[in-house]
Nanobody, 125 residues
Framework: QVQLVESGGGLVQAGGSLRLSCAAS????????MGWFRQAPGKEREFVAA????????QYADSVKGRFTISRDNAKNTVILQMNSLKPEDTAVYCC??????????????????WGQGTQVTVSA
């Protein structure tokens, strides 16, 4: 089993920054591809970013490139989403997810079998 717990969400003004963290259980975290997804009211869940098991490769949605950075610390079983230059359109519940297949599939939502409960991010104009 894999358990994921997000933290770091909150209310921020447009142009500000937030740092989201995801804490994962287990001793095989270093083998997982990790991703961040978000869902806004009335919208489908969408891909935000993903990072390979080693941290060497990352992938971003076009809407967040240049503003968000995904990283991981395998010694601490954590993955980070640093969000800068936030816009009201970034308002959503953000969830981290784990793909334990051993093959990085990036933005493919169906590849992620384990999900956290989510943390709310609200960006005011």
């Amino acid at each position: 089993q894999v358990q994921l717990v997000e933290s770091g969400g909150g209310l921020v003004q447009a142009g500000g920054s937030l740092r989201l963290s995801c804490a994962a259980s287990g001793r095989t975290f270093r083998t997982f591809t990790m991703g961040w997804f978000r869902q806004a009211p009335g919208k489908e869940r969408e891909f935000v970013a993903a990072v390979s098991s080693s941290g060497a490769f990352s992938q971003y949605a076009d809407s967040v490139k240049g503003r968000f950075t995904i990283s991981r610390d395998n010694a601490k079983n954590t993955v980070i989403l640093q969000m800068n230059s936030l816009k009201p359109e970034d308002t959503a519940v953000y969830c981290c997810a784990a793909d334990i297949s051993g093959v990085m599939r990036g933005a493919a939502e169906a590849a992620y079998g384990y999900w956290g409960q989510g943390t709310q991010v609200t960006v005011s104009a």
